[in-house]
């Protein structure tokens, strides 16, 4: 009997694992003091970014995005604990959207930046509407939203620039192929 | 060229999202400043005798385990407490981007016996997570009244109480109610898990200070100040009053606190 061929290889199931674990790492051990929100936007959106480059398939940051918000509730880090698993995935999701209608250009700039400016700001929509549906008064969520949704853009645009130029050196090193993505487990 | 049509599209929907946010933003900061403009400019004022004392007798405070009232790190003592409600918060973050400052606490003793502990208890805006000032370790703070009134009878009317992560505490200070039936108001002070909520908020006498420090003194009236170094917004603040003696009858603390902004 045939197997059927899996949707992610192996290889790029261990890489994505990897990115995804790399966002919670990197979530839990920098800490941006400057107290602007969606400062930590600009390490969180580097690896989705990476990750969905290199693999180059629809799901791949929805994938390391779900890795990470697991990791996230599991350890329980921040203070929505097991729904924290909605934005961490929702970021993910952004990405793979906004790298597929771009044809998984990301090693361009301009590119990195509406994926990550994206993905930290729908992370900043679903993070307000857990509160919304935990009781939180939207008084308290919606008074600021302006500013804090101009930085969460800045923020995960940076990011999202800097994932591009690490893209785009890979890409330029041989190190990983656009066109020949290593698929064989 | 198609290409960088999708990218202006990407680029003005990210814009439209901000400005949608940013009118949002303005139009309840109106309806909300009107509001509380005139409430935020005034002291605000509380008062307690002995019969607001509703806890105790007890050697610890509420934290996410108990931690101690008295100078030191050990829980001990025969304390009896109250929480008052200060009325006014403090606002952290970065000084740029919001209205930062403390609260400044004016206090009044009359007829005090023995030692009162006063601590700090913040309300995060929203989910009621608490922070309290550091007990224990770098970066404690507190402040401490010693009294030589002469102690009064053993009061009846307090309970100890229940250690765990979770209070529901009566808030002292307000009016009481009329009805003895009605039940006064409470506040619900709870900690995620030990080692969090310790190092926002803090006590000092120095605002050069914000992370404070400990105070002992036996002047009856004199002030300090209630600094918040976190980022998130404060919801409300509670003065915790505990007392080491019982308290004659004509035992008072009067408080007025004010918001003060960090000058920039």
């Not at chain 1, 290199?54 to 921040?78: D, H, N």
């Not at chain 2, 990218?7 to 946010?21: C, M, S």
């Not at chain 2, 010693?146 to 053993?154: E, F, K, M, V």
Request: glycine letters at 12%; aromatic letters at 12%.
């Amino acid at each position: 009997m045939m197997k059927r061929p899996s949707y992610f290889s192996l290889y790029e199931i261990a890489l994505l694992s990897l990115f995804g674990a790399l966002v919670f790492v990197l979530r839990t051990a920098i800490i941006v003091p400057i107290h602007v929100p969606g400062s930590s936007g600009i390490f969180w959106v580097l690896p989705l970014i990476v990750g969905t480059a290199i693999v180059r398939k629809p799901g791949a940051g929805t994938y390391a995005g779900l890795v990470s918000g697991i990791l996230a509730s599991f350890f329980g880090i921040e203070p929505l604990h097991v729904f924290d698993v909605f934005k961490y995935t929702a970021m993910g999701i952004t990405i793979d959207l906004v790298s597929m209608a771009f044809g998984y250009r990301l090693e361009n700039p301009v590119v990195g930046f509406v994926a990550g400016a994206a993905g930290n700001v729908v992370k900043m929509v679903v993070n307000y509407a857990v509160h919304l549906l935990l009781g939180v008064q939207g008084v308290f969520i919606l008074l600021g939203i302006g500013l804090s949704s101009a930085t969460h853009i800045v923020f995960g645009g940076i990011g999202g620039i800097i994932a591009a130029l690490i893209v785009g050196r890979l890409y330029r090193a041989g190190i990983v192929h656009q066109d020949d993505v290593p698929d064989d487990g | 060229m198609e290409f960088w049509r999708r990218v202006l599209l990407a680029v003005g929907v990210l814009v439209v999202f901000v400005a949608v946010a940013f009118l949002v933003d303005t139009t309840l900061s109106q309806a909300y400043a009107r509001e509380s403009a005139f409430a935020d400019s005034l002291p605000h004022t509380a008062a307690i005798d002995r019969y607001d004392l509703r806890y105790g007798p007890q050697s610890w405070r509420p934290y996410a385990t108990p931690i101690a009232i008295g100078p030191g790190d050990l829980p001990s003592g025969d304390w009896y407490i109250a929480f008052v409600e200060l009325g006014v918060v403090p606002v952290g973050g970065n000084p740029a981007l919001a209205r930062t400052g403390s609260v400044r606490v004016d206090y009044r003793f009359t007829d005090l016996a023995g030692t009162a502990s006063l601590g700090v208890y913040g309300l995060h805006a929203g989910d009621g997570r608490a922070w309290t000032n550091r007990q224990s370790g770098y970066g404690t703070s507190g402040y401490y009244v010693s009294g030589t009134a002469a102690p009064g009878d053993l009061p009846r009317w307090t309970t100890p109480l229940e250690a765990g992560n979770r209070y529901v505490v009566e808030v002292a200070g307000s009016p009481r109610p009329v009805d003895e039936d009605v039940a006064r108001d409470t506040c619900t002070i709870w900690f995620e898990r030990i080692s969090s909520g310790l190092d926002g908020i803090h006590i000092t006498t120095d605002r050069a200070a914000p992370k404070g420090q400990v105070t002992e003194t036996a002047d009856l009236d004199g002030s300090f100040y209630i600094t918040y170094t976190g980022g998130n917004r404060v919801g409300a603040l509670f003065l915790m009053v505990a007392v080491d003696r019982p308290q004659p009858e004509g035992f008072g603390l009067a408080l007025e606190s004010t918001f003060v902004e960090i000058s920039r």
